[in-house]
């Protein structure tokens, strides 16, 4: 039999899941994270899996790893010491940036400009210049290059990325500077913008290319010494990691280009929600991914997650295609507090982490987070993880009891009621961001919960945004790595264009978007993937000729024939009205096309749960007492590995499984779905 492993490793825990992939049958783990050294906590969750499942090692076949190295390395300034070769003229292309600074009115004036990833003394220009049509207008000057590579080297730089003005137009010069830094630098890792991003807009090339060589020193470090420790650790396995848009890489590919991990790890869980979505039959869903230490959020329409062109990192908006996911810092390790100048109670960013994590983990942590205040509600009972971690009530009573105190509330559950009242209105604020200011109602949408904090919050989202059925799924703690072992490769070809569509004939767009497709098919044939079991996804960024922006149009696979330039105008049409209610009398414009190559998913078989008889008497654990809405309610908790499908738990209740904690809210009810999700409604009247 084959096996195959998910591992997710998040902020507090990593996840794993191990799946045969003839049965569909599954075994989970779920191990604290050990930060200084990611590895070992993905190997010792593989290990305890395997043991779990009464297997060796040596029978998994592929390990599909989600990973946030990439992402930390930027959020905590842990990158290489980039140099940067510009052309000349472009020093401070980084430094300039684009005017747009977050934050609401006035925001400029406090707002600290983030430091750029690669500094002005490690900055050096090249004597050169290429046109916008890719003509050579100054030659390359090789000897001034060389005696400034000097400066670079004495500055003792990790990475040299090379973006030159128009290079991608024609990447001749990019590619000699590649080669005589080679030759300068031997065994100095390079990025090229031509390679990274071949696309228009200098600031945003140069930046995606700065952030691929930031932090392609940790992530090569980091898959190095993961691949050594699975085969030390007697597996044979096929590595892969999971890429920011949904699909997976190979170790050697993830090294050269590691910027598109930057959201690796959210995408798994997009990934594992849409599974969920298909299996309890919802087309349309917002996603809702609570762990450890942040809240991600993302919309899916017809089982298709959106794919956006910018992953926003921090303050960096980086431009390399990812699953559209909005993250807050909103986790059960987040801190609640109250500052000394409002006394208003705040919860977040600040997380406890797995180090020392929550007061009532019982590790040294004394400081309040919302894990503490759902176990001063009842919501947590005394033991989580099969067990595994036992919660210290009364550690995390007095934690919160000094939130109560700083406030000036009545009582330590009001101050939790708080805690989770505001954790839950940070959330919504992140959902709203991909459903309502996107143009969509939330309540035509379901709502999927999931991570280890999740389900605990998923009933109360769902009152606030009107969706229904909040939907949690089986094992939603590890979902993320259900996620990584149910995708598939997945790479992508691009090319800036910038020309009138009305100037094209169907013609000459099928053959541009052939020359990419084939350029995305050998990349994917040469991280081993067989060109007969790939599909096609092909995309066009259209706007109307003077427009500053432009939005992305997917084509039909089958609509490249004739009639594709109509398609796209028409395409581009439609999504405009929708977005901004007007069209304008303009001519449309290419801006860039692009073509995804995504292998064929392996089908692993979902294993439906037994019919049950409607009496859940046998999955009752006991009865416990809650704190909702200002009173305390009787509360059954229920085993949810004892939930057969049909049956029906009535609010107020708590479902317990290894690794998460699902309640139901009064005057709610979940019902056991055949695909054993949870299925939460309002109790009909």
Same mark, same amino acid.
């Given at each position: ?36 050294? *990611? ?55 980084? *430094? ?114 700065? #952030? ?32 920011? !848009? ?42 809702? !991914? ?82 503490? #205040? ?74 999927? #919960? ?76 040469? *991280? ?110 229920? !085993? ?46």
């Amino acid at each position: 039999m084959a096996y195959r492993v998910g591992v997710d490793v998040g902020g507090t825990f990593t996840d794993v899941l191990l799946i045969n992939e003839e049965s569909g049958r599954t075994w989970r783990s779920k191990v604290p994270s050990t930060p200084e050294d *990611q590895s070992i906590g993905v190997l010792y969750g593989i290990q305890k899996a395997c043991r779990e499942a009464g297997i060796d090692q040596g029978e998994v076949s592929h390990v599909l790893h989600g990973t946030t190295v990439a992402t930390n390395a930027v959020l905590e300034g842990k990158g290489a010491r980039v140099g940067l070769i510009t052309t000349r003229g472009f020093r401070q292309v980084l *430094q300039i940036a684009r005017s747009y600074v977050p934050g609401g009115l006035a925001g400029w004036i406090v707002w600290p400009k983030p430091t750029p990833l690669a500094s002005l003394e490690n900055t050096i220009e090249a004597e050169e210049r290429t046109s916008t049509r890719g003509e050579i207008i100054e030659p390359l000057d090789e000897d001034d290059l060389r005696a400034k590579l000097q400066t670079l080297r004495a500055n003792d730089v990790a990475s040299v990325c090379i973006s030159l003005i128009n290079s991608f137009a024609n990447a001749e010069h990019e590619l000699r500077v590649a080669a005589i830094v080679k030759e300068e630098m031997p065994g100095i890792p390079v990025s090229l913008s031509t390679t990274v991003l071949p696309e228009m807009r200098e600031y945003e090339r140069t930046l995606t290319t700065v #952030a691929n060589g930031y932090v392609q020193v940790q992530v090569g470090n980091y898959v190095r010494n993961l691949e050594e420790k699975i085969r030390a650790g007697g597996l044979d396995a096929e590595l892969a990691l999971l890429r920011s !848009d949904g699909g997976l890489t190979s170790p050697a590919a993830s090294i050269e280009r590691p910027v598109s991990l930057l959201m690796s790890g959210p995408a798994g869980g997009v990934t594992g929600a849409t599974w969920a979505a298909k299996a309890s039959q919802q087309g349309n869903f917002l996603s809702f !991914d609570m762990g450890g230490t942040s809240t991600d959020v993302a919309m899916v329409m017809d089982y298709k997650p959106k794919i956006a062109k910018d992953t926003q990192v921090g303050d960096l908006k980086i431009r390399v295609s990812s699953v559209d996911v909005r993250t807050v810092g909103a986790g059960g390790g987040s801190i609640a507090h109250v500052p000394e100048l409002t006394r208003a109670l705040r919860v977040g960013p600040q997380s406890a982490g797995a180090v020392p994590g929550p007061a009532s983990y019982g590790k040294g942590g004394t400081l309040p987070t919302v894990t503490d #205040a759902n176990v001063v509600l009842g919501y947590l009972p005394e033991e989580l993880a099969g067990g595994e971690i036992r919660m210290d009530v009364a550690a995390a009573r007095t934690a919160v009891a000094s939130l109560a105190e700083a406030a000036g509330l009545p009582d330590i559950e009001t101050a939790a009621a708080g805690v989770i009242a505001v954790v839950n209105e940070n959330i919504l604020g992140a959902i709203r961001l991909v459903s309502v200011q996107q143009g969509y109602d939330p309540r035509d949408f379901a709502l999927i #919960a999931f991570g280890g904090a999740g389900p605990l919050h998923g009933n109360a989202l769902g009152k606030l945004l009107g969706s229904w059925p909040v939907i949690i799924p089986p094992s939603p703690g590890v979902l993320n790595a259900y996620g990584d072992v149910m995708t598939s490769y997945r790479e992508e070809a691009a090319r800036t264009l910038v020309r009138s569509l009305s100037s094209m004939s169907d013609t000459e767009l099928g053959s541009l978007f052939e020359q990419l497709r084939v350029t995305a098919t050998d990349r994917l044939i040469v *991280q081993g993937v067989a060109a007969d079991e790939l599909s096609y996804a092909y995309k066009a960024d259209v706007r109307y000729h003077g427009q500053g922006f432009e939005l992305t149009i997917e084509l039909p696979t089958d609509g490249l024939g004739e009639g594709v330039t109509d398609t796209l105008a028409s395409g581009f049409d439609a999504e405009h009205q929708r977005l901004f209610s007007f069209l304008l009398e303009a001519d449309h414009e290419i801006v860039s096309l692009t073509v995804v190559a995504i292998h064929t998913a392996t089908e692993i078989p979902s294993v439906p749960i037994e019919q049950g008889t409607g009496d859940i008497s046998a999955a009752l654990i006991r009865t416990t007492e809650i704190w909702v809405e200002g009173k305390r309610h009787e509360s059954a908790l229920y !085993d949810r590995g004892l939930l057969r499908a049909g049956d029906v738990v009535s609010g107020p209740a708590i479902i317990v499984e290894m690794d998460s904690t699902a309640l139901v809210l009064p005057d709610h009810e979940a019902t056991v779905d055949p695909s054993g999700c949870l299925l939460i409604n309002p109790t009909r009247s």
